[in-house]
């Protein structure tokens, strides 16, 4: 089986952008979000810091991204992590996971949901990050599968990023030799993927 599937240690990362007294984000995913195979320092929620400082927001960035993560699993971490960190903003990218293993979608959908709903519960703005499946898991899978996150960003009226890895997935020199993980050099079109979405949530 492919490493994907393997779970690392929980980053455990709280990179301040401003004061001790600075807003939250709290970014919750699987290994796209926890920089695997790279040099940490260049994932792309570190390249989000410098962005954060640059355009002159003063923000804390709490990375609590495992690989192999799947919805469930961010399902039954998600309340810890809110009270500790308390973010204004969730940025929910989870859900690759599950449809690699070809996992229930209704499963996934209502673990996103339960997610979403125990975010925006504590008073954060939720952007929910969506991705694609290869076709080799069939039309109707894939089909269902992007149109949950969709679905749900609109049901729970949330920000939404269709597609986590434009720009990435289709370019073979910016993917890892595992055929999965995007390499460093992919991180900074990551962010400039997220960054559009994410700005409209915070605040200065």
Do not use: C
């Amino acid at each position: 089986m492919l490493r994907f599937f393997f779970l690392s240690l929980v980053l455990t990362l709280s990179i301040v952008t401003g004061t001790a007294n600075a807003a939250g984000i709290l970014v919750m995913g699987d290994s796209l979000s926890a920089g695997y195979g790279i040099d940490q320092s260049k994932a792309w929620p570190n390249l989000l810091i410098q962005k954060l400082q640059h355009e002159g927001y003063r923000y804390e960035v709490h990375n609590a991204s495992i690989s192999g993560e799947t919805t469930s699993g961010g399902r039954t971490r998600i309340a810890e992590a809110l009270a500790r960190t308390k973010p204004q903003v969730v940025i929910l990218e989870l859900g690759a996971n599950d449809g690699l293993r070809g996992l229930s979608l209704k499963a996934m959908r209502d673990n996103l949901d339960a997610m979403i709903n125990a975010a925006q519960t504590s008073g954060a703005k939720v952007l929910l990050i969506g991705m694609r499946m290869p076709p080799n898991l069939g039309q109707a899978y894939t089909d269902k599968f992007h149109a949950s996150f969709d679905e749900l960003a609109k049901a729970r009226k949330t920000a939404f990023l269709p597609f986590f890895l434009d720009g990435v997935a289709t370019k073979r020199e910016l993917i890892q030799a595992d055929g999965l993980h995007p390499v460093a050099a992919a991180q900074p079109t990551l962010l400039a993927n997220v960054w559009p979405k994410l700005q409209p949530l915070l605040m200065r």
